[in-house]
């Protein structure tokens, strides 16, 4: 395969049957992780919700989770989770379920869900503000906050095109080729087994 010359992001197609998955970026994190760099955090509280989340997108029941079960099976503190499961119902991203069958369910399927969503539900709306002290040149503060408000029209942007369906697990098919294609070229063919 050619490389693309428009673009000199690092690539990643991966071929399984007639299943195309595209990761356009994995390759640049993981070479910023790896020389120390810093990427976006996710707040205790969005990780916990975003888990959270994830169980209920993966539960086969269909049924409501109790509060109990979501922060048993995801090592999180009860008492907190459901002040966080509490607001998720809020946003209209949870389901809350009275009684004793009930629990949460996800309001709407794991593909209408963004993971920018779910962010401004917890820790609010994304946006630029920058705490300057006056001594800034009028001129100097404007470009910076120009700059800054397009760090997160891009950054929304980019987290609204994350599904929660983006993030769940993959099953693996039984008997595929995996075929792995890099930019520069290199390609690998081996067997996927379910499991591995």
Do not use: W
Not at 57 to 69: I, L
Not at 98 to 111: F, K, M, S
Not at 158 to 180: D, F, K, Y
Request: net charge neutral.
């Amino acid at each position: 395969m050619r490389k693309n010359a428009k673009s000199n992001e690092n690539r990643f197609v991966f071929f399984r049957s007639d299943v195309l998955i595209r990761n356009f970026r994995a390759f640049r994190v993981e070479k910023m992780i790896s020389k120390g760099g810093k990427i976006m955090k996710l707040s205790r509280t969005v990780a916990y919700a975003l888990q959270a989340t994830l169980q209920l997108a993966q539960s086969d029941s269909g049924c409501p989770v109790p509060c109990s079960r979501l922060a048993a099976e995801g090592k999180m503190p009860e008492r907190f989770l459901l002040q966080i499961l509490r607001n998720l119902v809020a946003h209209g991203i949870l389901e809350s379920t009275r009684g004793v069958e009930g629990g949460y369910t996800l309001e709407r399927t794991p593909e209408e869900i963004s993971l920018l969503e779910l962010i401004e539900a917890i820790d609010g709306p994304m946006t630029s503000t920058l705490p300057l002290n006056e001594g800034l040149p009028a001129d100097s503060k404007s470009k910076l906050e120009l700059a800054m408000m397009e760090v997160t029209t891009l950054a929304r942007r980019e987290l609204e095109a994350i599904r929660l369906s983006h993030l769940l697990p993959q099953p693996m098919l039984t008997g595929t080729l995996a075929l792995g294609i890099d930019t520069d070229g290199v390609s690998m063919i081996e067997p996927v087994l379910a499991g591995t």
